[in-house]
């Protein structure tokens, strides 16, 4: 059975940072393209950023780049996502998900979801 | 940005069918993907590639459409669907969602 478990979340002040980890199990993760994403309270879904299966390419939505750094460690079967720099429009719930890949790229298997809160 | 448009709501009878649109501001071609998320809980796949029905979801879920007009419909919707349909395109760069249909029971 598919599994993510986002873990890292909580509250913080504006201007600092956190680290989301998702630790997977139950595929092979090293064969998988993973992504997050996050959704403000009480709106909508929006792609934050993905790496591919082997962590040589990343791609991030534009209101992140240059804060947010997604990588992961194959050995441990766990995504991250490094998060400098948080605004109070960070504050989301941040989901990974694995990516599949047929003739159409799409989200797979989510997470429970992992909540952060920026505010002073 | 490709913008996906969705009606934020509607209203159905129990056993009756229900039908979702979202429409895209340029073509996705068929990279278009439904989830469905219940109140807490994470979004769960339901259709990809338009039409395709994922792994384990009842044949009461379907999804037609190309280009930039897509449709999802449940025949016939039972208690257990009530929930938020988000349609998602994987077309270009950055992945878009649209903002979701709440299905509501009459």
């Known amino acids: 059975e598919v599994q993510l478990v986002e873990s890292g979340g909580g509250l913080v002040q504006p201007g600092r940072s956190m680290k989301l980890s998702c630790a997977a199990s139950g595929f092979t993760f090293n064969n998988y393209d993973m992504a997050w994403v996050c959704q403000a309270p009480k709106k909508g879904l929006e792609w934050v950023a993905t790496i591919s299966y082997d962590g040589s390419s990343t791609y991030y939505r534009d209101s992140v780049k240059g804060r947010f750094t997604i990588s992961r460690d194959n050995a441990k079967s766990t995504l991250y996502l490094q998060m400098d720099s948080l605004r109070s429009e960070d504050t989301a719930t941040y989901y990974c998900a694995r990516l599949r890949l047929l003739q159409w790229y799409y989200f797979d298997y989510w997470g429970q979801g992992v909540m952060v809160t920026v505010s002073s | 940005d490709i913008v996906l448009t969705q009606s934020p709501a509607l209203a159905v009878s129990l056993g009756q069918r229900a039908t979702i649109s979202c429409r895209a501001s340029?073509?996705?071609?068929?990279?278009m993907h439904w989830y469905q998320q219940k109140s807490g809980q994470q979004p769960k796949l339901l259709i990809y590639?338009?039409?395709n029905l994922a792994s384990g979801v009842p044949a009461r879920f379907s999804g037609s459409g190309s280009g930039t007009d897509f449709t999802f419909t449940i025949d016939p919707v039972e208690a257990d669907d009530i929930a938020t349909y988000y349609c998602?395109?994987?077309?270009?760069?950055?992945?878009?969602f649209g903002a979701g249909t709440k299905l509501e029971l009459k």
């Open positions: 590639g338009a039409s």
């Open positions: 998602q395109q994987s077309r270009n760069d950055p992945y878009t």
């Open positions: 340029e073509s996705v071609r068929s990279s």
